[in-house]
């Protein structure tokens, strides 16, 4: 890819500020606190974890290995969630791989996005 002066310095001048609005986030972040939740699976068993902590894919790697190296995406309360975006709070969590009619979906879905 060829370099364009233009695109230097959008990138001189908007790196910076994204890197110091990354960093705000970030510390805000780890100022919440992490108070213990309980995460209910599909079959009604109950994890627990932390707030702001605990991810959907902490919780399925004390599970199983090979269902961690397999889960694409989950839901949490109704919603897509990233496998490594914090919980937020006590929750129902479904994990899906590509095994799940559901999970082939949002692998397709996630592909045509990006």
């Given at each position: ?30 100022a ?26 902490d ?14 995406i ?41």
């Amino acid at each position: 890819m060829v370099s364009h002066p233009k695109d230097d310095a959008y990138l001189t001048n908007v790196v910076p500020k994204r890197i110091r609005l990354f960093m705000e986030i970030q510390a805000r972040h780890a100022a919440l606190p992490s108070d213990p939740i309980k995460i209910t699976l599909l079959d009604g068993k109950v994890k627990e974890g932390k707030k702001w902590v605990t991810s959907p894919f902490d919780v399925v790697k004390e599970i199983s290995k090979s269902l961690a190296s397999n889960a694409l995406i989950s839901e949490v309360n109704g919603v897509l969630w990233d496998m490594t975006r914090p919980l937020e709070g006590d929750c129902d969590l479904k994990l899906f791989t590509f095994e799940n009619a559901e999970g082939r979906d949002m692998h397709f879905l996630a592909l045509l996005r990006a």
